[in-house]
């Protein structure tokens, strides 16, 4: 190798480590989105695959942006070659809870079958999406459900009435498939007292916006209705 090639590699060599240098690291970027937008609550800032472009959680969603923290952009990192969606695996594991924690005395309790595999279900009873995911439901066996009551009245301003017959009826996991299914009104008495409004509070904490939203065993978090089969794979999945 003759001298010259040497010095340009040595040169080069020097650029690409001032190069990395130069680089922030994520507590830096974590530092320059509190300077650049003080009004953002950043949960999490993390490395990407892609040099000098950083995974920014915030508000329960996932952005990107690079050292200086100015610009961000939203959307899908892709690992083609893998055919990988890197940003809703990340979503999913960023997302998920500690089911350990959750106050399940506040939850309808039913159990389907031996009830080994478990879901924990936050549900609007005026809800389409709820209804059509209940219908699916209805063909799942050996799970145990939680059914967390969680009217959003600023859609449907009858369903915390719902909810609350629904919690007050004799049998509530039946009155709530009679609702939700047949469209049969619970006559329940409105006078007892409910989890509904702690529910809100704890939904409000988990930064649950829509329904249905619900937790596997595993603790991810899945958001709106799913088929049978897709909801007996996530169960087998989560129960491993």
Same mark, same amino acid.
């Given at each position: 190798m003759n001298m010259t090639l040497k010095a340009c590699l040595s040169a080069l060599s020097f650029s690409l480590c001032s190069i990395s240098l130069a680089h922030a690291d994520t507590n830096t970027v974590t530092q320059n989105i509190k300077k650049n937008f003080p009004d953002i609550q950043v949960q999490s800032v993390n490395n990407t695959p892609i040099p000098n472009i950083y995974e920014v959680?915030?508000?329960?969603?996932?952005?990107?942006?690079?050292?200086?923290?100015?610009?961000?952009?939203?959307?899908?990192l892709v690992d083609l070659k893998n055919k990988t969606n890197l940003t809703a695996e990340r979503q999913q594991e960023l997302s998920?809870?500690?089911?350990?924690?959750?106050?399940?005395?506040?939850?309808?309790?039913?159990?389907?079958?031996?009830?080994?595999r478990v879901i924990y279900l936050f549900s609007d009873p005026d809800c389409p999406y709820c209804h059509e995911l209940?219908?699916?439901?209805?063909?799942?066996?050996?799970?145990?459900?939680?059914?967390?009551?969680?009217?959003?009245?600023?859609?449907?301003?009858?369903?915390?009435?719902?909810?609350?017959?629904?919690?007050?009826?004799?049998?509530?996991?039946?009155?709530?498939?009679?609702?939700?299914?047949? $469209? &049969? !009104?619970?006559?329940?008495?409105? *006078?007892? %007292?409910?989890?509904? @409004?702690?529910?809100?509070?704890? $939904? &409000? !904490?988990?930064?649950?916006?829509? *329904?249905? %939203?619900?937790?596997? @065993?595993?603790?991810?978090r899945i958001s709106g209705a799913r088929s049978v089969s897709e909801i007996n794979q996530l169960l087998d999945d989560a129960a491993k």
């Open positions: 959680y915030m508000d329960g969603e996932i952005v990107y942006t690079n050292d200086d923290a100015r610009y961000f952009f939203l959307g899908n998920k809870i500690d089911v350990k924690t959750l106050p399940l005395q506040q939850a309808i309790k039913q159990v389907k079958g031996n009830g080994k209940e219908k699916e439901l209805q063909q799942v066996d050996n799970v145990t459900i939680y059914l967390f009551l969680f009217p959003l009245t600023s859609l449907h301003p009858n369903a915390q009435n719902i909810a609350t017959q629904v919690w007050c009826s004799k049998k509530p996991y039946q009155a709530w498939e009679n609702y939700v299914l047949h $469209g &049969k !009104q619970p006559n329940a008495s409105t *006078t007892c %007292t409910t989890p509904i @409004q702690k529910n809100l509070n704890l $939904g &409000k !904490q988990l930064q649950i916006d829509s *329904t249905p %939203t619900f937790f596997l @065993q595993n603790g991810h």
